[in-house]
């Protein structure tokens, strides 16, 4: 049983060499390659920048409508659902629950997306573009005010369709102690349910934080992107990791 | 972890719905509803609530069973 012990950490310890290993050469052909080609790839990039810098407004308005549109057939289909359902079949109420599941998902992927597309309009209005460009910058920024509110109201009205299939919840989607007042009238299941799905994703946070790093310094090679942007990663990272490991210390 | 239930059987018994069982032990119905078909094991708290409010053990309702050995009988 102890050399099967002292073996497998052999492996283990083996892999780990191998994986860094090939790490290194991966990042290390990764840099070859981006500096052999820094100019095409920095010219293209930049291209991209300025297309989508340029088109910000329209692609806020497109962003929105496709969110708006996605968002509303869930709700309104999931209240369809609620009104069919006789109270007692269980096919039906997952099937409800999925779909306001879904429907939740678009308002906050909407929020995120539309969030992201702000970044470009800020960016055409940095640039100090003619006339022209500060009204649809402005009529993009009027636009990103819109489909937010509405995204919100939206969430809140999902929530009380959800209330409607479980009475027991609290909380008001535009209270600013929702989250906690929500997670407070979840059952042992519901919170064991949240938790998995947190822990998922503060897993898929290192992985993904790990690969915007590996971007980050190749980007510095090829772009000069400055020290903001490893900044901001380290400061997300670090806080992430330290609230995780004083809240698992306080168990 | 295997725990099989005669969960249902008890539940129609005493007459209720998933939804009243649920508020009778301050768990939702989509959890009693997860219990029933096997897809979640209860806390021994949730468990004992649910037995008292059915009026019967906790063995009357839950059974470990482990590689095909029946633990109860």
């Not at chain 1, 962003?63 to 709700?75: D, E, K, M, P, T």
């Not at chain 1, 597309?117 to 022209?132: D, K, P, R, S, T």
């Not at chain 1, 299941?189 to 690969?211: P, T, V």
């Not at chain 2, 939702?28 to 609530?49: F, H, M, N």
């Amino acid at each position: 049983m102890e050399a099967n012990k002292v073996g497998s950490r052999r492996q283990t310890t083996m892999k780990f060499w191998v994986i860094l290993l090939i790490s290194t050469l991966v990042g290390g052909i990764g840099g070859f390659f981006s500096q052999m080609y820094e100019r095409s790839i920095y010219e293209t990039a930049m291209n991209v920048r300025d297309w989508s810098i340029s088109k910000a407004t329209y692609i806020m308005a497109a962003v929105s409508i496709i969110i708006l549109v996605s968002a509303l057939f869930y709700y309104f289909r999931s209240k369809r659902l609620v009104q069919e359902w006789d109270q007692e079949d269980e096919e039906m109420f997952d099937k409800i629950d999925k779909t306001q599941g879904i429907a939740l998902m678009i308002t906050t992927i909407g929020c995120i997306l539309t969030m992201i597309v702000f970044g470009l309009l800020m960016a055409n209005i940095v640039n100090g573009q003619l006339e022209n460009d500060i009204i649809l910058n402005m009529i993009g920024i009027g636009v990103f005010i819109a489909v937010n509110i509405a995204l919100t109201f939206l969430q809140r009205r999902i929530v009380d369709e959800t209330k409607k299939l479980r009475p027991e919840k609290q909380g008001d989607a535009l209270e600013v102690n929702f989250r906690k007042r929500w997670v407070e009238s979840c059952d042992e299941q519901e919170r064991q349910k949240i938790y998995k799905a947190a822990y998922k994703a503060f897993n898929a946070g290192n992985i993904l934080y790990m690969i915007l790093f590996i971007v980050l310094v190749i980007g510095q090679v090829v772009f000069h992107l400055g020290i903001a942007p490893m900044l901001v990663l380290g400061i997300i990272w670090l806080v992430q990791i330290l609230v995780y490991q004083l809240e698992a210390m306080k168990i | 972890m295997p725990l099989k239930n005669r969960l249902k059987e008890h539940r129609a018994r005493m007459g209720w719905n998933q939804q009243e069982l649920g508020t009778l032990v301050g768990a939702s119905r989509q959890t009693i509803s997860l219990i029933e078909r096997g897809d979640y094991s209860p806390s021994v708290t949730l468990a004992l609530k649910i037995a008292d409010r059915c009026g019967v053990k906790v063995e009357d309702i839950f059974m470990y069973e482990e590689d095909g050995i029946d633990g109860g009988e």
